[in-house]
């Protein structure tokens, strides 16, 4: 009977491993194939970083410390933004399902709403990693930047850094969506206005510490740089990930019971909401 049960086990989870699989296949695919233009925008990606790491070596001096970042600090920071900048800054086709009121069948799948969006993000990443992470990685050595974390502790640390720094983007979405639906606005003007804040609290571009008034003091406290800035401190060794990662994990854990109580709140809205 156990053997039986195991069985039934074993296959179970082979099948929701192959569901996963084809998803994220699925959903690589449909990156790869949408448009010539991925192509225009992964090159614009590798311009932005060349033109920002000329920038920083013409405001910063090479012995010269800046919010607590050398220019080889500075220079690390912005390259490892731009090549995790999906995972940094991930966002989700959550709204384009409400949008477009798929959100119904999308409940009826085999397969958690949750792990729909994560095996989503997994797919449409591939591309930008062949496209941009691997580049730029190999560009590094002609940039005059070292791509390598500041220590060990910090390359270690970096994983489960970014891995809370996804799950945290993933809440907003859910949170969002449930908002967008539950005062009817509108998902595009949602969607720009996130990237909007994420791009100026997050430290995506500049590393909060550097902003003038010692704002980036508050702004290390919100969960966008819970998302984008705490990982890259620990990446370059700016930041301790003791300090760092225990308040990602407490903006994980606050946002998602946030993000359960809105969405439930709203669940019938929710599938009737767009087409």
């Not at 384009?96 to 797919?123: C, F, N, Y």
Request: glycine residues 10%; positive net charge.
């Amino acid at each position: 009977m156990s053997a039986t049960a195991s069985t039934v086990t074993g296959a179970n989870r082979l099948r929701v491993v192959r569901a996963y699989t084809r998803t994220i296949g699925m959903y690589a695919t449909e990156a790869v194939g949408d448009s010539w233009l991925m192509f225009a925008d992964a090159g614009l990606r590798i311009a932005r970083v060349l033109v920002l790491l000329a920038i920083w070596r013409t405001l910063v001096d090479p012995g010269e410390v800046v919010g607590g970042f050398t220019l080889p600090a500075l220079l690390t920071y912005t390259l490892v933004a731009e090549m995790f900048a999906q995972q940094l800054m991930a966002k989700s086709d959550l709204d384009l399902w409400l949008w477009e009121g798929t959100i119904a069948s999308r409940l009826l799948h085999p397969m958690s709403l949750v792990g729909q969006l994560v095996a989503q993000l997994l797919g449409s990443w591939l591309f930008g990693i062949c496209a941009v992470t691997l580049p730029i990685l190999a560009l590094s050595p002609l940039l005059g930047v070292d791509p390598a974390p500041a220590s060990w502790l910090g390359g270690v640390a970096f994983v489960p850094s970014l891995v809370l720094s996804v799950a945290i983007a993933l809440a907003m979405d859910v949170i969002l969506g449930a908002v967008t639906v539950a005062y009817g606005l509108n998902t595009w003007l949602v969607g720009m206005l996130r990237m909007a804040l994420f791009g100026l609290l997050a430290g995506a571009v500049l590393p909060l510490a550097i902003l003038p008034w010692r704002w980036g003091k508050v702004f290390d406290w919100l969960p966008f740089a819970s998302m984008v800035s705490a990982p890259l401190r620990i990446y370059t060794g700016t930041g301790d990930p003791l300090l760092l990662m225990p308040v990602q994990a407490g903006w994980v854990l606050v946002l998602w019971l946030v993000a359960g109580r809105v969405w439930w709140r709203n669940r019938e809205r929710l599938v009737g909401y767009g087409g």
